[in-house]
Nanobody
Framework: QVQLVESGGGLVQPGGSLRLSCAAS????????MAWYRQAPGEQRRLAAV???????NYAESVKGRFTISRDNANNTVYLQMNSLKPEDTAVYYC?????????WGQGTQVTVSS
């Protein structure tokens, strides 16, 4: 069982930055995949960024060059650094862990990009 708690969301102006954190209840070194998804109102939840245990990273095209995913194994935390934010980045951001064939989700954190 893995519990995930996201934090760091909020209201930011276009062009601004936020850093989201996802704190895991267990050692993330042993978790196969950690990812950030986002869900805008009326839309499906979509992958934003993923990092696997080998260190390989992948991003959605819409966030490439602006978002950076990273993991801190010592603190069991995964981060999503979001720069040059746009209004279309407004969504609830969810952290997901995939471990031993099971997906675990956090409760989500709201990110609103607006002037």
């Amino acid at each position: 069982q893995v519990q995930l708690v996201e934090s760091g969301g909020g209201l930011v102006q276009p062009g601004g930055s936020l850093r989201l954190s996802c704190a895991a209840s267990s050692n993330i070194f042993s978790i196969d995949v950690m990812a950030w998804y986002r869900q805008a109102p009326g839309e499906q939840r979509r992958l934003a960024a993923v990092i696997i245990s080998s260190g390989h990273i992948n991003y959605a095209e819409s966030v490439k060059g602006r978002f950076t995913i990273s993991r801190d194994n010592a603190n069991n935390t995964v981060y999503l650094q979001m720069n040059s934010l746009k209004p279309e980045d407004t969504a609830v951001y969810y952290c997901k862990a995939h471990s031993r064939g099971t997906d675990y989700w956090g409760q989500g954190t709201q990110v609103t990009v607006s002037s």
